[in-house]
């Protein structure tokens, strides 16, 4: 055995030792961190659903959050987010492609359970938290928390609740860390009309998707700043900062107006190329082309939205600087709950306290306003014809079956051929270098496959094997003594068969039965 490495001692500086290598290595390694943090509630999906009640281990429950968030992200419009229940009726066929045998009821059970653990119902705030470490400008070891949501939960018209994913959770989806809106769409649209012009639509379509998941990015970050607005003018910085951001977005829209009609013009021309023939290949090329015209009108129309918006924040920051500059501030008298309600009280009697902690927490709660049904709402929910759903559900694609290759080092004849000769008699055990030398003689690779037998035999599974009913069991033991072989070192284990007690693993199954 080789001793181990002696460990990097980390640099002196004045005899202090500095850990981090510099401010930006360190935040390079925050953002790293809290993109990590970001996948975990996924993974623990996984993790906990052995704690469902029913044999759930079959569902792959972080492909059906990844899922979900795609569904948020392509369903949630500017002004209004996705509808709780369609996303659930269109997780379904998913979910029941993972166990079709299983019933209805429990995939929209395990779809339900997905979605409300990604809002994360359980909890106070319905957030995330996650812990991760970084240096202070002293080197000292400072831990941070960072607290994020993937889907959130806002109020939408007449009482409702739509459901709208963060920034996170669109990281998340296309499987980046936490960069500049701006630049990544332009690298993945460039990068779209790469491949489009190369003829690989299928990559294209991947780029097309990413693409259309940074365009929302970048609309929620102007809704975020215009919904702050409107709740504090003073809490945005409407002096440099976000008028260079709307400056930044004009000119990226208009940039992407004419990158998009360029791309639609390529695909459209991809289509009609292979219209011309009838195999599977251009059947399959003219079907991508199709999904790619979708998704890039999709993503103008997206801009043109995103486009009123930004020439409509302008006017929205002056009303509402005016707004809230010119109102009455509510007049009303604080409560000192200290010198008011628990200084008087602790000298009191439990029953005398209680009675007016009572009428306090009564009466100090707010009132609740009941939930209505406007008749405009209910009259256009009575009118909307229903839509139209598909008996069996979406179509679902035909997987691409790849065989695995056998990469395997030993071959069936060589394992035979170990096998063979570590089947020794009980009472003849050898030792390891003899075994090697005689394996050596027939197969150079031998050797290999019986020093790893021989190994796996050191701490042979007795238990299992006589649970299991075998007669003999393989096993090697150390007695100290070196191996002298020209390939190997460590130790020249004594390898030998040992006989299990086939009666007392008889009369076993029989009581167990």
Sequence with gaps: MTSPAPAAVPPQLNGVSRPAPGPAADEGLARRLRALACTAPLHDLDARKANLAGEYGIYAMAEVALAAIDLVTLNMDFDTGADHEQIVTRLLPRVAAQAPERPHAEHERVA????ENLINVGSVDRGFRAVYGTFGSDGSYVRRDYDFKLVEEVPGHGGTVFLRTTDEAVNVLVGALDTDVTSAQIAAEVKLEVLISRGRLADAQLAA?????????????????????RRNVRAVDWLRTVPDMIAEALDHVADRYRHENAILTNIRKV?????????????EHKRRAAELVDIVKDCIRRHTQLQSRLLEAGPLFRAEQDRQAFATPAAHAGIDLYGQLLAPLLPLPLEQAGRVTDAFFARGTGLRTPVSVRVGDLVEMLLTPPAEREHLGAEMPEPDLVETPDDSRFSEEQLAAATELLD????????????LTEARRSDPELPYLVALLAVHAASPSVGTAYRQGEQQLLFAVDDGTQLDDPEFGGADLIVGKALLDAAGMAADRQEAS
């Design 424 to 435: 020794l008699p009980p009472d003849a055990p050898r030792r390891l270098s003899g075994l």
């Design 112 to 115: 339900r359970w997905v979605l």
């Design 209 to 229: 998707e990413q693409a259309r998941y940074r365009t929302v990015q970048y609309a929620e970050t102007l809704r975020k700043t215009l919904d702050a607005t």
């Design 271 to 283: 289509r009609d190329e292979a219209e011309a023939g009838l195999d599977s290949k251009t059947a």
